[in-house]
């Protein structure tokens, strides 16, 4: 159905349907196209329209009193899409441990089990256009069968292969299934449309419905069967916050838990590897593939992390670049900038915020996630021939964290107010010395094995002397946690917020845990769990 403009309908609308999803990024798409075709009547709520809108986009604003966030960065944006509109397709299944109860990480399980989200994984894994991972299996089992450093560095059992993929692009959701969604004739899309509450009946435990504005004034009422909140992992835990008409605390606070066990994954670039003998290609350093690209990072055992009480983290190698490569970087960086300047701002804003930290960019930005699959193919295959007269001897180590989900490390609502006169929200993002310690202790696991082999040394900063200085993921995790406990967690098992018959939530703000693995491939997992479970309600 051709979406509506809420900007251009009368200054108070009421809009009934039976599914109504607040949010059109990647959970609120996911979740809208298993609906396209069927007897279900939805409605798409959307902040945006389909293009970067500066006055939409400031609706988002927050002030950060934590662990400080990368300044002037676009960590999230807000129209068509969502942040699938600049993301950069990194994409990582999490792995059964971190769903289960650990007794060494506070706060830790899930009340679901890994089966019921691998359940959808490789469905997932279609919708973001990745490489499909049955045939990747068997080029890990190849890989681990080898002889070379990389592969016997996993051989005893102590470390362990993470499989990291992209797709040929990073998935952009507006470009790819917005067609798809417009043209199914069960489907409305209200754009520039903002839910600014959710409004229960008297008795408090049922959504009636979800209050909208538009920057020009106009009011929507819409009232559904069934709601669905898909607004991103800190906009989630706000409109719960905002909704205080018979819930002073907000919806779903009764415990003070909206907002708290705010997670991240800290990145951080520190270490470095000094190799024996070169490195060939290999897929610790990353390959293309037909259909996309991947890499093996290095993270601790199952075995290993309950035995040494560790988080799951990860960490990936990635060749050492010289001061001059580290100057053309910069320079490339910077014609990027001005040639996107021109057509795709939001792209340089993403550049624009890290240009003071370039040396940290080369290394979280590499090849593989700059270039075009092509060329990186064809520069794939250019560094293969070139490699007997290349000697990659020196790597750097880039670490990737699981944090301990922390009641402290939160987002709450602050006195200040946005264009629609809502609070906004201020973060305080907690990173303790657990994180540091078990990205350490990897860094040692990976030194005694380079050691064992004679194979290389590992040089990790002395952390008495220099600590490392975290980069956010714009990964917002944990706002509103699965548990089956209401005083522990916001959603219930089936994602529905506990005591509200029909609101549900969708993305990773209900992920109880992190892990270490890049949330969105999960949020579309869970997105199609949710689909099945309203299908299947009265
Ligand atoms: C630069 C960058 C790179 C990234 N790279 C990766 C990566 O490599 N791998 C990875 O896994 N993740 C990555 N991410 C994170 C990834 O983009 C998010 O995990 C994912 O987009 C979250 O999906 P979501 O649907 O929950 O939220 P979003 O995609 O942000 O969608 C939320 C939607 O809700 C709308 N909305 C918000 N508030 C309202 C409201 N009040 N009313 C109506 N609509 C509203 C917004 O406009 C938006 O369309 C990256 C993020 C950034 C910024």
Redesign the pocket.
């Known amino acids: 159905m051709k979406p509506i403009d809420s900007s251009r309908l009368a200054q108070s609308t009421s809009i009934k349907t039976e599914i109504c999803i ?9 979740l809208a196209r298993e609906f396209v075709g069927t007897r279900h009547d939805v409605c798409l ?4 329209a389909y293009a970067l809108d500066t006055e ?1 986009q400031s ?2 604003d927050l002030r950060n009193v934590g662990y400080p966030t990368r300044q002037n ?20 299944r999490l792995d059964p441990i971190d769903f289960d109860r650990r007794e060494w990480v506070p706060n830790s399980g899930w009340p679901i089990a890994f089966a019921d989200v691998e359940a959808y994984y490789a469905r997932a894994e279609g919708i973001l256009g990745l490489p499909d991972t049955r045939l990747l299996d068997e080029k890990v089992d190849a890989f681990l069968s080898g002889t070379g450093t990389d592969a016997t560095l996993f051989r005893t059992g102590e470390l362990r292969p993470k499989l990291v993929t ?1 797709g040929r692009r ?1 998935m952009r ?1 507006k470009k790819t299934y917005r067609k798809e969604i417009e043209k199914s004739p069960n489907i409305r899309i209200y754009l520039n ?4 509450e959710i409004v229960t009946g008297e008795a408090g435990n049922r959504v009636e419905c979800v209050a ?1 504005a538009t920057l020009n004034g106009n009011q929507l009422r819409i009232t559904a069967r069934n709601f669905v909140l ?4 800190l ?2 835990p ?2 719960l916050l905002l909704s205080r008409d018979r819930h002073t605390k907000g919806l779903g606070n009764d415990h003070d838990v909206v907002g708290r066990y705010f997670m991240e994954h800290p990145r951080a670039i520190f270490g470095t590897v000094r190799l024996s003998a070169p490195l060939g290609a290999s897929l610790l350093l990353g390959t293309p593939l037909a259909d996309g690209k991947m890499q093996i990072g290095v993270g601790p055992s199952e075995q290993i992390q309950r035995r040494e009480r560790l988080l799951n983290s990860y960490l990936s190698l990635e060749p050492q670049l010289s001061e001059i490569a580290l100057q053309a970087y910069e320079s490339s960086a910077s014609v990027v900038k001005v040639l996107t300047g021109k057509g795709r701002r939001k792209r340089s804003e ?1 550049f624009g915020g890290r240009m003071a930290e370039i040396g940290d960019l080369a290394y979280l930005l590499t090849p593989k ?1 700059v270039m075009p699959h092509f060329a990186y193919r064809h520069y794939a295959r250019f560094k293969a021939l070139t490699h007997r007269f290349r000697r990659v001897l020196d790597l750097t180590i880039v670490n990737f964290c699981e944090q301990v989900p922390r009641a402290d490390s939160r987002v709450y609502l602050s006195t200040s107010r946005d264009r629609l006169g ?1 609070n906004t929200l201020v973060l305080d993002w907690r990173i303790d010395r657990e994180e540091t310690a078990s990205l350490v202790r990897l860094q040692a696991l990976l030194a005694e094995r380079l050691s064992q082999q004679r194979a290389g040394r590992v040089a990790s900063p002395d952390l008495r002397t220099a600590a490392p200085s975290y980069t956010d ?4 995790i944990g706002t509103t946690r699965m548990s089956a406990d209401p005083r522990l967690g916001v959603v219930d098992a089936s994602t529905r917020v506990h005591g509200v018959a029909n609101l549900f939530i ?4 209900v992920f109880p845990t992190a892990g270490s ?7 579309v997992a869970l ?1 199609l769990r949710l689909a099945d479970h309203l299908k299947r309600l009265p």
């Open positions: 607040i949010g059109a990024g990647v959970a609120g798409i996911s709520i959307e902040s945006g939409t609706l988002y960065f676009m960590a999230r944006a807000r129209y068509f899409g969502g942040t699938s509109n600049v993301w950069a397709g990194r994409s990582m992209w990073p959701f449309a903002n839910a600014t909208a898909a607004c991103g992992g906009e989630n706000r409109l993403v996630e809502l993921a714009s990964h917002h969708a993305g990773s703000s693995a890049n949330p969105t491939l999960t949020i997105a």
